[in-house]
C-alpha cells in the first residue's frame, strides 16, 4: 500500500500537443497534491511524446511512446510510476488498462472504460485478479452540489423518487467537422470510438449522474438514436425513455447537433415531497422544489449543506469551483482508494462495476434504436 504522506507517482497516457482532456488530467491530478506525473507516453511520435514532456515539466527519458515501452522503462525503477491515467480515444481504453493492470499499476481512465462491451466484460475479470485500484473520470459526480443532491435522495428528504430527466445537449458537432477538428474525427469512426457516438461520448455521462444520484439502476430502455448529419456513421443525437428500479420513469437526451448548445447537462428528479434540479451551467447551485411552488437555492460551500457536499467544497460559498476542480476531486477519491479506502470504488468514486454499466446501457441503446423497442439493459450482448 502507498503511504499517504507523499504523492502517488502518476504516468499519462495521451494528453499530446493539442489534445483537450489529457492537460486537463494533468491539472487535476495535481491540484490537491496527492499525485506527481513523472513520465507518460503522450504521443505515438516520440518527438511529440518528447515535446509534450517538456511542456508538462516531465523528464523527456520518461517520455514514451506506447503502454509496453512505458512499463518496461518504468517497472524497476525506484522511482517508478504507480498509477496510470488514461486520457486517449476508446479504442486503446482495454489495451492500456489490461497491460498497467497487469504490470501492477493502478488505473484512472476517461470514459466509457472500453469501445466494446466484450472489451469490458474481459477488464473486469482482469481487475478481479488484482489488488489495484481501478477508477473512471465520470466528472459532473465531482460537483459538490451532485454528491449534495445524491445525499439528498438518500436520506428521503425528496420522498419516493416519481420521475427522472437528464439532458445533455451540445452542438459543436453539428456541422460535418470530422476532417477538420482532430476531436470529432475519432468521436466519429467506430473503429476508434465503439459502437456508440454521441451515446458513448456523452450519453454514458447523462446515464451516470442519474443512477449515480437517485440510487437507481435503469432496467429497460426504449432508445431512439439519429445520424442526423449528411454521411455521419456514428449516432450524434440521442432519445431515450428509461425505466428505473421500482418501475419509476425518466427520459435521457443527448445531443450533439443541437445547434448553438454548448456543455448544457442537467438533471431534475422528482419525488413526491420534493423535487430537485441541477445544471452544469451554474454547478454551484442546487435547487430544491416544493409543493407550494417555494424554489429553495442551496450553494456549495455554505453552512446549508451536508458533509458529503462539503468535503467536495474547497472554497467557502460564494467563491466558484469549476470543472477542474469537480475532476480532481475523483482523482483525491482515487489516491484513497490507492491508499486502501477500495469501498469508495462503484459508491463515491466511479468503478469498474459503473463502466460495465455504462457499457451495457451503450450495448442496449444501439440495439433498442434498430427497432425503437423496449429492451432490458443486462440482456445486451454486444
Given at each position: 500500500m502507498i503511504a499517504p504522506n507523499r504523492p502517488i507517482r502518476l504516468a499519462l497516457f495521451g494528453g499530446g500537443p493539442g489534445a483537450f482532456i489529457g492537460a486537463v488530467h494533468r491539472r487535476a491530478a495535481l491540484l490537491d497534491l496527492r499525485f506527481q506525473l513523472v513520465a507518460g507516453a503522450f504521443s505515438r511520435d516520440a518527438s511529440r511524446s518528447a515535446a509534450q514532456a517538456r511542456a508538462f515539466m516531465v523528464d523527456e527519458a520518461r517520455a514514451y511512446t506506447s503502454v509496453e515501452a512505458l512499463i518496461a522503462g518504468e517497472i524497476g525503477r525506484e522511482d517508478g510510476v504507480e498509477a496510470v491515467a488514461i486520457a486517449t480515444p476508446n479504442d486503446s481504453h482495454?489495451?492500456?488498462?489490461?497491460?498497467?493492470?497487469?504490470?501492477?499499476?493502478?488505473?484512472?481512465?476517461?470514459?466509457p472504460m472500453t469501445s466494446t462491451l466484450a472489451q469490458a466484460t474481459a477488464l473486469e475479470q482482469i481487475v478481479a485478479q488484482t489488488d489495484c485500484a481501478y477508477a473512471l473520470t465520470y466528472t459532473y459526480i465531482g460537483y459538490p452540489m451532485i454528491r449534495e443532491a445524491r445525499a439528498s435522495v438518500a436520506s428521503g428528504l425528496l420522498g419516493r423518487v416519481r420521475k427522472i430527466v437528464v439532458t445533455y445537449p451540445q452542438g459543436w458537432l453539428s456541422d460535418s467537422v470530422e476532417h477538420t477538428l482532430p476531436g470529432a474525427a475519432w468521436r466519429t469512426d467506430p473503429s476508434r470510438a465503439g459502437i456508440g457516438g454521441c451515446i458513448g461520448d456523452i450519453g454514458v455521462h447523462a446515464f451516470q449522474l442519474a443512477e449515480y444520484i437517485s440510487g437507481l439502476c435503469v432496467e429497460r430502455l426504449c432508445a431512439d438514436l439519429s445520424s442526423v448529419v449528411q454521411d455521419r456513421v456514428l449516432d450524434d443525437d440521442c432519445n431515450i425513455l428509461l425505466r428505473f428500479a421500482g418501475d419509476v420513469p425518466g427520459v435521457l437526451m443527448a445531443s450533439q447537433i443541437s445547434l448553438g448548445e454548448r456543455n448544457g447537462l442537467?438533471?431534475?428528479i422528482y419525488g413526491e415531497q420534493r423535487a430537485l434540479s441541477w445544471s452544469h451551467e451554474r454547478p454551484g447551485e442546487l435547487r430544491f422544489l416544493h409543493p407550494d411552488n417555494r424554489m429553495e437555492t442551496v450553494f456549495a460551500g455554505s453552512a446549508a449543506i451536508g458533509p458529503d457536499g462539503m468535503a467536495a467544497s474547497r472554497l467557502p460559498a460564494g467563491h466558484p469551483e469549476g470543472f477542474i476542480e469537480a475532476f480532481a476531486s475523483i482523482y483525491s477519491d482515487f489516491a484513497d482508494a490507492i491508499q486502501g479506502q477500495r469501498g469508495l470504488l462503484d459508491g463515491r468514486l466511479p468503478g469498474i462495476e459503473t463502466g460495465l454499466r455504462s457499457m451495457r446501457f451503450v450495448a442496449a441503446a444501439v440495439a433498442s434504436?434498430?427497432?425503437?423497442?423496449?429492451?432490458?439493459?443486462?440482456?445486451?450482448?454486444?
Open positions: 482495454f489495451a492500456i488498462a489490461e497491460a498497467a493492470l497487469k504490470a501492477g499499476l493502478h488505473v484512472i481512465s476517461d470514459k442537467s438533471i431534475a434504436s434498430q427497432n425503437r423497442s423496449w429492451i432490458e439493459m443486462e440482456n445486451s450482448q454486444q
